[in-house]
């Protein structure tokens, strides 16, 4: 069971804009940063966000995040088909010593 | 171009042994903290082990810490994972993963199955 939990699934049409919470504690969010992952099944996750709210060089602009506490939110604009897939929040968590992973969401676009 | 290869995945009956071996290409090897990262099948993504660049500090999931056992080359640049005592639920795809903060750059897995 993970410490980090997310919405199981989140849906939007084509176009509109799609919102991915994570909740943490002050043992996690409270004192790292925050990362997103993208997940199609059969292949490679792919870093979408790091240090809460930073794009590595390739991700669009589409995709954004922010952290507020010890929780965080991945936002996701312009939703296209091929967004559908498994998103991920996780950090490092200082009292387990452990790299967390969120318990995912399943984003549809309809 | 960055380049993470798994290898030694396989059918293995529960109390067996694996080890998984990942090569890397195109990036200083020694650099990074590298990372397994394994998905069960219908379940998310879970954290297994890393093992730090610079200190070589090694970390394990409380679920395989006295059962795995993570370590390095960096002359070869390759990472690995002895895997003992496995169990069922250990049945996953296993994921070599670079990054300390952020696991930045992912191999395509190789599968791990243990049933009898």
């Known amino acids: 069971q993970s410490v980090l939990t997310e919405p199981p699934s989140v849906s939007a049409a084509p176009g509109q804009k799609v919102t991915i919470s994570c909740s943490g504690s002050?043992?996690?969010?409270?004192?790292?940063?925050v990362s997103w992952y993208q997940h199609l099944p059969g292949t490679a996750p792919k870093l979408l966000i790091y240090d809460n709210n930073k794009r590595p060089s390739g991700i669009p602009d589409r995709f954004s995040g922010s952290k507020s506490g010890t929780s965080a939110t991945l936002g996701i604009t312009g939703l296209q088909t091929g967004d559908e897939a498994d998103y991920y929040c996780?950090?490092?968590?200082?009292?387990?010593?452990?790299?967390?992973f969120g318990t995912g969401t399943k984003v549809t676009v309809l | 171009e960055a380049q993470l290869v798994e290898s030694g995945g396989g059918l293995v009956q529960p109390g067996g042994s694996l080890r998984l071996s990942c090569a890397a290409s195109g990036f200083t090897f020694s650099f990074y903290t590298m990372n397994w990262v394994r998905q069960a099948p219908g379940k998310g993504l879970e954290w297994v082990s890393n093992?730090?660049?610079?200190?070589?500090?090694?970390n394990y999931a409380d679920s395989v810490k006295g059962r795995f056992t993570i370590s390095r080359d960096n002359a070869k640049n390759s990472l690995y994972l002895q895997m003992n005592s496995l169990r069922v639920e250990d049945t996953a795809v296993y994921y070599c993963?670079?990054?300390?903060?952020?696991?930045?750059?992912w191999g395509q897995g190789t599968l791990v199955t243990v049933s009898s």
């Open positions: 996780a950090t490092w968590d200082s009292s387990l010593s452990v790299y967390v």
């Open positions: 002050s043992s996690n969010f409270g004192n790292h940063y």
């Open positions: 993963a670079r990054g300390g903060r952020e696991v930045d750059f």
């Open positions: 093992i730090v660049s610079s200190s070589g500090a090694i």
